[in-house]
């Protein structure tokens, strides 16, 4: 049976009636992720073109599996944070080498009879992501380095994430996972389609938050805009690594180019307290330590 979304009387009753459970304290409704309105920027205020991304894949390995759907959807924004606008998305999905394994299918619904002789043209991704001031994604350290070996075009662009770069726990929600916050705010989607989970994000992104009062692209604009500094604690002591793992560290292994050893991405205020930890409690004295500068180009990307 098809769905018939209802008449306006109709959808306004059951948004009454909906509102009246809430209203008893003993319930709470979440709605249906709708298409959001067209808005007209002030006279005067300058815009950009952003663009949500997310790819569902055979696998965790940017190096060895392969990407099966692809779902971009451009939006318009302003420099403050408000979208304006959300566009026509791109979607396609992508037969790869090998079967798609039963635990992918089981998260994404993908299957190898979906993906049978389909293709993702990179020249038709460039052309789509051409425009793009922004490059976002939930969860952007996973979709950058699969997007960076698929398209060249997204090497050129700046990235943000909607999961790590906005404070989500400040704002009231309990994690990070898009499905959560979704619930959070109030609203359900389909899950794990690609286009769906760029809409969702995007949602989330315009909302004004009501902890803050701020836009949820706000938020990450201003920490996107913000360096990092990834600071290396090479040879470290081996006995002090559950010293380093408790204050954040996390271990790169071998293969990405960057050194075998523990790191932490700290801000700027940060980055002298963090230098002067190690050396006081870590290397118990003077040492070099290898730090590098990092933005929105090569943020979440391997080149750091």
């Known amino acids: 049976m098809s769905h018939v979304d209802p008449n306006p009387r109709d959808a306004a009753d059951l948004e009454a009636m909906a509102s009246k459970l809430e209203a008893a304290g003993s319930y709470r409704v979440l709605r249906k992720l709708a298409p959001r309105p067209l808005l007209e920027p002030p006279p005067g205020v300058a815009t950009r073109h952003g663009l949500f991304v997310d790819t569902e894949t055979t696998g965790l390995d940017p190096a060895r599996d392969e990407i099966i759907e692809l779902a971009m959807v451009p939006f318009t924004y302003s420099l403050d944070g408000q979208v304006y606008a959300v566009g026509e998305p791109f ?171 523990w790191y932490i991405d700290v801000d700027d205020a940060a980055r002298e307290a963090e230098v002067a930890f190690l050396k006081t409690e870590i290397y118990r004295g003077e040492i070099d330590l290898l730090v590098r500068r990092i933005d929105a180009y090569d943020r979440f990307s391997d080149r750091c």
């Open 91 to 261: 979607q396609q999905l992508r037969e790869p080498g090998k079967p798609i394994p039963p635990e992918i299918t089981a998260i994404t619904g993908i299957d190898d009879a979906m993906v049978a002789g389909q293709r993702i043209d990179p020249d038709e991704v460039a052309h789509f992501a051409a425009s793009a001031s922004l490059v976002v994604a939930h969860n952007a350290a996973f979709d950058r380095k699969f997007l960076e070996r698929f398209c060249e075009t997204f090497n050129t662009k700046p990235w943000a994430c909607s999961m790590t770069e906005i404070d989500w726990a400040a704002e009231g929600y309990e994690g990070t996972k898009l499905a959560y916050l979704a619930m959070g705010a109030g609203f359900f989607y389909e899950r794990h389609r690609a286009t769906q989970d760029c809409l969702a994000a995007i949602e989330l992104l315009a909302r004004v938050h009501p902890r803050s009062g701020r836009t949820g692209l706000a938020q990450l604009l201003e920490r996107a805009r913000q360096p990092s500094f990834r600071i290396w604690a090479e040879n470290s002591p081996f006995d002090l690594k559950d010293v380093l793992k408790a204050r954040g560290y996390r271990w790169n292994g071998e293969g990405t180019g960057s050194p075998r050893a």
